[in-house]
């Protein structure tokens, strides 16, 4: 997880903040920043400018958004599946709902 850079948190730790609690994180970061869980950011940027060089610019950023979402979305998907892998599954009946099982549960 520390090996898959992010620009997220402090930059230092990879996705380190994906398992620990933030005031934990904290303390790693020297009291930076916290890990926050990225949220998409949609298909295409909300608002764009009408000049060309704005637009561009805009439309960039977006990309690294996205980018950073699908980045934190595989590597907690990657991580939670190493759990499951690791750990008996009568230890995680109580938190898988009886439809998406542990779709919405993240590693932490």
């Known amino acids: 997880m520390t090996a898959i850079p992010t620009g997220n948190g402090d930059g230092q730790h990879g996705h380190l903040g994906l398992i620990m609690e ?9 009291g930076q920043e916290v890990y926050n869980e990225p949220i998409f950011p949609g298909h ?3 608002t764009v400018s009408a000049n060309a060089a704005t637009r561009a610019r805009e439309e960039a950023e ?3 958004e996205v980018k ?7 590597v907690s998907r990657g991580v939670k599946a190493k759990i499951e892998e690791a750990v008996d599954p009568e230890w995680l009946e109580e938190l898988q709902d009886p439809i998406l099982g542990l779709v919405n549960v993240t590693p932490l």
Do not use: Q, V
Request: proline content about 5%; charged content about 30%; glycine content about 10%.
């Open 68 to 74: 950073e979402y699908e980045t934190h979305l595989g």
């Open 22 to 30: 933030e005031d934990e994180y904290l303390k790693i970061s020297n």
């Open 62 to 64: 977006h990309k690294g």
């Open 44 to 46: 295409y940027p909300a």
